[in-house]
């Protein structure tokens, strides 16, 4: 298939930017039972799709192969996020350009009122995020009484960011005769329900197939030591050595101490998380599109929307919390026919969850060990060996040079000097732990805190179903028990009950001292928790709940908790991680301690979060 059947002035910019034959996601909206219609479309990220919609409202807008200028615009298109919306906005600048098309651009960060000058100034093709576009509606700025097309562009990661109220009155302003067209990488139900009451007879598309994973990228899974993350990190740059890299966290914190350790190792790096400005923003961006950084840390909300052509290496640092999830960070890569690399870093104990998620995702992924130190090595001197080896361009400078250190040194001293001033120029890789049965045990061991091999296990009777979590367990123990925080060890959550480990040494004084202080109840919060001793550990399952939950303390010193994974700060902070983002105590969300009254027995009320902490008095 070609793009015969367009208007001349689109073919002709589309052979000048090197289009030969139409994407799939660009010859299916171009087939004729789509023409005229609204669309449901489901394609990857860096499909096409937006010379798709490009190409699909084209007979809405031109005329005798010209621009049909109006009083006011004539097509809109909306998306998620500002990198987004200016990519889209430059991609149809060059569409359009021949056919004297005016294009605006409304985003956050941007100067409104500049924006409203351009919109008085006419346009026939607006493009903008939910927020801004909402602003200029209500301000009068914004007319959409002659409005022919609307393209949702991503509106699954619209509704994911909480754009529903705003994209529906937009909609709702909108005439009843526009076509919309609705592209999507997925298809959750929210998306369903708002195409049912948005379009008429739509017509779906998908070129997605059954087998979700991008063609073009390649994906891995990485099993390491959950205290090898970062190094397994590094080797994986190292050994890859991408032109640029983005690597995936889940939380704003996690950036933020991820970004400053491969800074210390040497890498050039820069963050992108909700803690940014939008001008710091722009300048990581920047710093990717000029080669001066090549790793972008980021989280997920801060990463929707960048194109990056030179992005070649995706590492999901921390597991993706489903699905879809994993499809969008991965998209950032493999886009316009390139190919990229997806790697998702698997700690040993969640590579079960890991294997459910990819048969759901049906993506088939190969499982492989992280880089080692030989291995990158290997990769290094493959790669210098091409790169010395390539043809070059001298000067007379540089041979008046070379003829100087050939006089001074041996030409295999100058070689030997060349690859050693190329290998102290990037960072040193990283020694692992092996993946064996036997090492594992073994670094288990070497991982506990002093005072800790002779242990005494203690249960208490909350758990997850209660909201117990780790931040207000240390404290109750520390005035409980009387006790100091290093002398708490693991703190393990299961559903409806809690163990920790104390030491040995002091755990009959710990058992009399929580018994005597649980009785004489003074009315405070947790007095009336049972802390008794236990004589076995935690089941495997329990401990596997800790780790999928951020409620492990194992053994990481006072009140920390090991590697990725443990109570940080999320980009879109929700109290405690419940209920949607609406807070733990919103309607319909669970209660702590699992009552109707949100308190334990004989405590004081409390309207958020866990108990108040009471300050340690030994």
Not at 181 to 188: C, G, I, K, N
Not at 354 to 370: D, F, K, Q, S, T
Request: hydrophobic share 40%.
């Amino acid at each position: 298939m070609d793009f015969t059947g367009l208007a001349p002035i689109l073919g002709e910019a589309l052979a000048e930017r090197g289009y030969e034959t139409p994407t799939e996601v660009q010859g299916a909206v171009l087939q004729e039972e789509a023409l005229g219609r609204d669309l449901i479309v489901s394609a990857q990220t860096g499909s096409g799709k937006t010379v798709a919609f490009g190409l699909a409202m084209a007979d809405l807008l031109l005329q005798d192969n010209m621009t049909v200028f109006g009083t006011a615009p004539a097509a809109l298109v909306i998306a998620p996020t500002r990198e987004l919306a200016l990519q889209v906005s430059k991609e149809l600048e060059w569409l359009y350009a021949k056919a004297g098309t005016r294009i605006a651009t409304c985003v956050g960060g941007m100067d409104a009122s500049r924006e409203r000058r351009v919109l008085q100034r006419g346009a026939q093709i607006v493009v903008g995020t939910p927020g801004r576009l909402r602003d200029h509606l209500e301000r009068g700025a914004l007319n959409l009484a002659e409005l022919k097309a609307v393209v949702l562009d991503e509106a699954d990661e619209m509704l994911d960011m909480g754009f529903r109220e705003d994209l529906e009155e937009i909609l709702d302003a909108t005439p009843e005769t526009r076509r919309t067209l609705l592209f999507s990488a997925t298809m959750p139900k929210p998306i369903v329900s708002l195409a049912k009451r948005y379009q008429r007879d739509a017509l779906r598309i998908s070129t997605v197939g059954e087998q979700r994973g991008h063609g073009d990228i390649v994906y891995q899974a990485m099993t390491v030591s959950p205290s090898d993350v970062d190094a397994a990190v590094v080797n994986l740059l190292r050994f890859h050595e991408a032109e640029t890299a983005m690597l995936f966290c889940a939380t704003r914190d996690n950036v933020r101490r991820l970004h400053a350790t491969l800074q210390e190792r040497g890498f050039a790096v820069v963050a992108l998380s909700g803690e940014h400005s939008q001008n710091e923003r722009n300048q990581a961006l920047q710093a990717l599109r000029d080669k001066r950084a090549r790793v972008c840390v980021a989280t997920d909300v801060a990463a929707r929307g960048i194109d990056l052509p030179s992005l070649r290496l995706v590492v999901h640092v921390e597991i993706p919390r489903d699905a879809e999830t994993l499809q969008h960070r991965s998209g950032r890569t493999g886009r316009a026919g390139k190919k990229g690399t997806a790697v998702i870093v698997v700690p040993y104990p969640r590579r079960r969850r890991v294997e459910a998620m990819l048969r759901g995702a049906r993506i088939e992924a190969e499982w492989i060990e992280a880089p080692t130190p030989a291995a990158i090595r290997q990769q290094d001197r493959e790669r210098l060996l091409a790169g010395l080896l390539a043809p070059v361009e001298f000067d007379d400078e540089d041979r008046e040079l070379a003829t100087r250190l050939m006089a001074e040194k041996s030409p295999e001293d100058i070689a030997a000097a060349l690859v050693h001033a190329h290998r102290a120029a990037m960072p040193q890789p990283e020694e692992l732990i092996e993946n064996t049965p036997e090492a594992r045990k073994t670094a288990q061991k070497e991982r506990h805190r002093p005072g800790f091999e002779d242990i005494m296990w203690f249960k208490l009777d909350i758990g997850r179903r209660q909201n117990a979590d780790a931040r207000w367990i240390l404290p109750l123990l520390c005035r409980r028990g009387h006790i100091t925080r290093d002398e708490v060890g693991a703190i393990r959550i299961a559903a409806s009950e809690t163990y920790v480990q104390v030491p040995k040494a002091i755990a009959g004084r710990f058992a009399e001292t929580v018994a005597r202080t649980g009785a004489a109840s003074g009315g405070q919060e947790g007095d009336d928790v049972s802390i008794v001793q236990s004589d076995e550990a935690p089941r495997e399952q329990a401990r596997e709940n800790c780790r999928a939950g951020g409620g492990r303390r194992d053994n990481a010193g006072p009140g920390g908790s090991g590697g990725f994974g443990g109570g940080g700060q999320r980009d879109n902070p929700r109290p405690y991680g419940g209920n949607g983002g609406k807070g733990r105590f919103a309607k319909g969300g669970k209660k702590p301690w699992g009552d109707a009254s949100g308190k334990p027995p004989g405590a004081k009320p409390h309207r958020k979060g866990p108990p108040k902490r009471k300050p340690q008095t030994d």
